[in-house]
């Protein structure tokens, strides 16, 4: 398709306290090979404790195409909701302003949508650093020990699956699906997939849709991030009604046993034993998953691997920590429609 052929395309990107990496975002969306006649970009901008509206405000002064939309709650699937309803285009290309893009990333989503039939397409997550935690962090991305090896992960995957990061869709299948829950402060994208999965849809996942994700880049955001993420899943499982899979289960059961098992090791020698044992065996397990793990660039040498040790931990007791808080949280906290009360 050339020219006028092409779909208008509104490209939607929910933001807030992002002054590390909005520029470097919005440069390389800035670098689209889709004309600039075919699209448009829309941030939903949160409560800002940095300067980031104002360097919104001058990509939007300099650029006709980029516009600022106020997100007042400040949640990523509140701003994903007010671009969606904002949008001018035919199709919804979803962005993460801690993400850059491929100069085709536009066009290869377009694409992908249109040849493989799908409801949502996007590309692997390939994640990298900047500084010393934050390229310990890219790299537990890859390792399945870390995150138990989603299909989203894998570089060179290519095929159906049944969640992506960020993702493209018409805004039409938006709407149909009820667009992203607003009851949920994360993992808005998996339920806005399981939704589409539900409706009969698919999501496609190409490697040829090529974006660079930087995750966070302290021990603290880290802990922060992946609790969230353990207590928003049990929202999420709920809501659908779906079993947990054992990769959301092991991390709770490990906080579990390390709880209940110090405790009991206080009153009892043999048992004491036992819990060692198991700690040791972790951390075999640990050391051997991060000095086995395959990084193409390691500036940092050993002292990656160990970080990578300490950022495997952090991942498990936090997302544990955090699913628990949600059983806790969302047990009986349930309407008949299947929502979350908050």
């Excluded at 800035?30 to 901008?45: I, K, N």
């Excluded at 397409?121 to 989603?150: C, E, H, M, W």
């Excluded at 899943?233 to 906080?255: G, Q």
């Amino acid at each position: 398709m050339e020219g006028a052929k092409l779909p208008f395309v509104s490209v939607v990107i929910p933001v807030r306290n992002e002054h590390k990496y909005i520029r470097d975002c919005l440069d390389s969306v800035l670098r689209q090979d889709y004309p600039r006649d075919r699209h448009e970009v829309l941030l939903a901008v949160g409560p800002s404790t940095d300067d980031t509206e104002a360097i919104i405000g001058e990509y939007e002064v300099r650029y006709d195409h980029i516009h600022m939309l106020k997100n007042p709650r400040g949640t990523i699937s509140c701003g994903v909701n007010i671009g969606i309803r904002a949008a001018k285009g035919e199709y919804i290309v979803r962005l993460d302003a801690h993400t850059e893009f491929a100069e085709d990333y536009i066009s290869k989503c377009i694409e992908y949508l249109l040849k493989t039939g799908a409801e949502n397409v996007g590309g692997p997550t390939v994640v990298k650093g900047k500084n010393p935690i934050q390229r310990a962090v890219a790299a537990a991305y890859d390792s399945p020990f870390a995150l138990g090896g989603g299909k989203q992960h894998i570089k060179n995957y290519e095929g159906y699956s049944d969640t992506v990061s960020f993702g493209a869709f018409k805004k039409s299948t938006a709407e149909k699906v009820g667009l992203f829950d607003e009851n949920l402060i994360l993992n808005e994208d998996d339920d806005f997939n399981f939704k589409i999965c539900e409706a009969g849809g698919k999501i496609f996942i190409s490697s040829k849709i090529c974006s660079t994700y930087y995750p966070r880049d302290t021990y603290s955001g880290l802990i922060k991030q992946y609790f969230g993420y353990g207590l928003w899943k049990v929202a999420v499982i709920k809501k659908h009604h779906k079993p947990a899979r054992i990769s959301h289960l092991v991390p709770m059961l490990f906080v579990l046993f390390l709880a209940i098992g110090g405790l009991l090791s206080c009153f009892s020698r043999s048992f004491r034993k036992y819990y060692a044992g198991v700690i040791g065996l972790y951390g075999l397990m640990d050391a051997g998953a991060s000095f086995t793990l395959k990084i193409e660039d390691n500036p940092d040498g050993i002292m990656l691997r160990l970080r990578l040790m300490v950022i495997h931990l952090l991942l498990h007791v936090s997302y544990g920590c955090g699913f628990i808080a949600g059983i806790f949280k969302f047990g009986l906290q349930w309407n008949p429609s299947g929502r979350v009360i908050r």
